[in-house]
């Protein structure tokens, strides 16, 4: 609101202006102004726009922050130079790894160890020794007619605790599997199996993996991600997978007995390429088989 001069100093007619009387008005005429400047900026709550400013695109600083710290902690294992690889390896054989990590890589290496489970494929039941298995949560124990066997067969899937086993959304994810809720479980198992063994992994035997008569019946059903959203399955479905290394083996006592993973050689040969050779394997005898093959998990890192 104007502030009303005439309030300032009077002036009678005749009345002679002196300077003192000049000054006097001038400094009132200041200290108002000082005044009302005062007021307007402690009645002022925030500068116009303020509070946007103080936002990107509709967040705040902090919220800005956890969208890129989670943003970075998904790019940190290709940024970094983080390999997980599957690899067989035979007797004698080099095996070949082209890493493109432009450095020499820390190399930790787990033998995928086997574990007995019952494979389904359409109204087969099967007891077999495999690497990878597809099962859901309510198979933590399978009790099934096998083929061939007149008593059904009982099999233990999660005999440790905690189990040996990894999510199915987690692993569509990691391996950059794209799906939709119309996408089919068959389907999903299908392309995710190609892109866990695609170069440079090495191509699994089929008899190394298989999945459970409940993901069989699913499969055959032809169930969409949102059939098994909407029932509550999505969070049960699981790979089952068992690395394994030793560490400080001091002695074996047990025949059987051997450390995890054995008679590997690795080879730097340029900062782009290294390569495994599985020197030598273990002989058969009456009690076991000859093992001339090796599965391993090879984890590199820069």
């Not at 002196?18 to 402690?42: F, G, H, P, R, V």
């Not at 099934?144 to 999510?167: H, L, M």
């Not at 040969?269 to 391993?296: C, K, S, V, W, Y």
Request: charged share 30%; with cysteine.
């Amino acid at each position: 609101m104007p502030y009303d001069l005439k309030t300032v100093v009077t002036f009678e007619p005749g009345q002679l202006i002196t300077a003192e009387s000049m000054n006097a008005m001038q400094d009132k005429i200041l200290a108002a102004i000082e005044a009302q400047i005062a007021a307007a900026i402690e009645a002022l709550a925030e500068v116009p726009g303020a509070e946007n400013a103080q936002k990107l695109g509709g967040a705040t600083a902090e919220e800005l922050l956890d969208r890129f710290m989670e943003r970075a902690m998904q790019e940190i294992p290709g940024r970094t130079g983080y390999r997980k690889l599957f690899k067989v390896l035979e007797v004698g054989k080099v095996n070949l790894v082209r890493h493109e990590l432009a450095a020499h890589p820390l190399v930790d290496l787990y033998e995928l160890m086997p574990f007995t489970v019952i494979c389904a494929h359409d109204d087969l039941r099967e007891v077999h020794d495999v690497r990878f298995y597809l099962y859901h949560s309510s198979e933590r124990r399978i009790r099934a007619t096998v083929e061939g066997e007149d008593q059904p067969r009982s099999v233990v899937i999660e005999d440790d605790d905690p189990p040996f086993r990894i999510a199915l959304a987690t692993l569509l994810d990691l391996y950059d599997v794209p799906y939709t809720d119309s996408s089919s479980l068959g389907d999903l198992e299908t392309e995710l199996w190609k892109a866990m063994f695609a170069d440079p992994n090495d191509d699994v035997d089929a008899e190394q993996l298989c999945h459970s008569p409940w993901y069989e019946r699913c499969c055959r059903e032809e169930r969409r991600v949102s059939d098994l959203k909407e029932r509550g399955d999505w969070d049960d479905l699981w790979l089952k997978v068992k690395p394994q290394k030793t560490d400080n083996l001091i002695s074996v006592t047990d025949i059987f007995a051997r450390p995890s993973p054995y008679n590997v050689l690795v080879d730097h040969r340029d900062l782009d390429t290294l390569t495994l050779t599985f020197t030598h394997g273990r002989p058969g005898n009456d009690n076991r088989l000859p093992e001339d093959t090796l599965h391993l998990m090879v984890l590199l890192k820069v």
